[in-house]
C-alpha cells in the first residue's frame, strides 16, 4: 500500500491566494482527518470525516477554510483567501474503525508559506 | 483541558532502554491509552495502544498501572533514529485524537 497520499509537498502563494491542498486517503479507510502544525500551537485537528461525510469541524479556524471529500479516496482542504498566518504543515491522516480502537496513517504533510 | 502530562524532554544512550512515562490520571474506563511519534519533518506514525493490560509489539513495549493513572512506553534499546518527539494520547474508540506538546527524546551516541 502506498499509504496516504498528499499533494503537493511544498505550496508558496501570496497573501489573497486561493490555496488547495489535495489527500488520497489508504484504500479501505473510512476516517479521513486534517491536522495543521505549527511551532506555536503545536499539532491541532481541523476537521474530520467518516464515510466521506463532515463529522467534526470544529477546528476550522474560519471561514476562509473549508474542507470536502467527493469520494472515499479523495479529499481537499481549501484556504481562500489566504493569510500569512496561514502558514503551516498540514496533514492529512487516515484510518479504519472495525468496532474497536484504530491508528490513524498520516501522510508526508504539505508545506505551506504564505507570503 | 490536558488530559495528559509527559515531561518536556528526555535522552537516553543508543542501545540503551528508553523509558518514556506518561501521567493520564482522569483516564475514564473505556479510554484507550495510545502513543505516536513524530521523527523531525515527517508526519505522526502510531506506535502502540492500550487498554488496561501491557502490550507489546516489534516497537515497544506499553506498560500501564493497574490503576491506569499512568503508563510509560518502552523502546528496549534505542536507536538514532527513535530521536522524536513522542505523544501520549487518550481517547475513546471512534474518538478524535487531540496531540498535546509531547516528549522530545534525544538518543545519543
Known amino acids: 500500500d502506498a499509504g496516504v497520499i498528499q499533494s503537493p509537498r511544498h505550496e508558496v502563494t501570496e497573501m489573497g491566494q486561493e490555496v488547495t491542498l489535495r489527500c488520497k486517503p489508504i484504500?479501505?479507510?473510512?476516517?479521513l482527518f486534517w491536522y495543521r502544525q505549527t511551532m506555536m500551537r503545536g499539532l491541532e485537528l481541523l476537521i474530520y470525516?467518516?464515510?466521506?461525510?463532515?463529522?467534526?469541524d470544529s477546528g476550522m479556524p474560519e471561514d476562509r477554510f473549508s474542507a470536502k471529500m467527493p469520494n472515499a479516496s479523495f479529499s481537499t482542504l481549501k484556504i481562500q483567501p489566504s493569510e500569512p498566518r496561514d502558514s503551516a504543515v498540514y496533514f492529512c491522516?487516515?484510518?479504519?474503525?472495525?468496532?474497536?480502537?484504530?491508528?490513524?496513517?498520516f501522510g508526508p504533510g504539505t508545506r505551506l508559506t504564505v507570503t | 483541558d490536558a488530559k495528559t502530562t509527559q515531561p518536556t524532554s528526555m535522552d537516553c544512550a543508543e542501545g540503551r532502554a528508553a523509558n518514556l512515562p506518561c501521567n493520564h490520571s482522569?483516564?475514564?474506563?473505556?479510554?484507550?491509552v495510545y502513543w505516536y511519534r513524530q521523527i523531525h519533518s515527517q508526519g505522526p506514525q502510531y506506535i502502540i495502544h492500550?487498554?488496561?493490560n501491557n502490550e507489546t509489539n516489534e516497537m515497544a513495549s506499553l506498560i500501564i498501572t493497574e490503576d491506569r493513572k499512568s503508563s510509560t512506553l518502552i523502546l528496549p534499546h534505542a536507536t538514532l533514529r527513535d530521536t522524536a518527539v513522542y505523544y501520549c494520547?487518550?481517547?475513546?474508540?471512534?474518538?478524535?485524537?487531540?496531540f498535546g506538546t509531547g516528549t522530545r527524546l534525544a538518543v545519543r551516541p
Open positions: 491522516a487516515s484510518s479504519r474503525t472495525s468496532g474497536g480502537p484504530y491508528e490513524q496513517y
Open positions: 484504500s479501505g479507510h473510512d476516517y
Open positions: 470525516f467518516n464515510n466521506n461525510v463532515p463529522i467534526d
Open positions: 482522569t483516564i475514564s474506563g473505556n479510554e484507550y
Open positions: 492500550g487498554l488496561k
Open positions: 494520547i487518550v481517547g475513546s474508540s471512534g474518538d478524535k485524537l487531540t
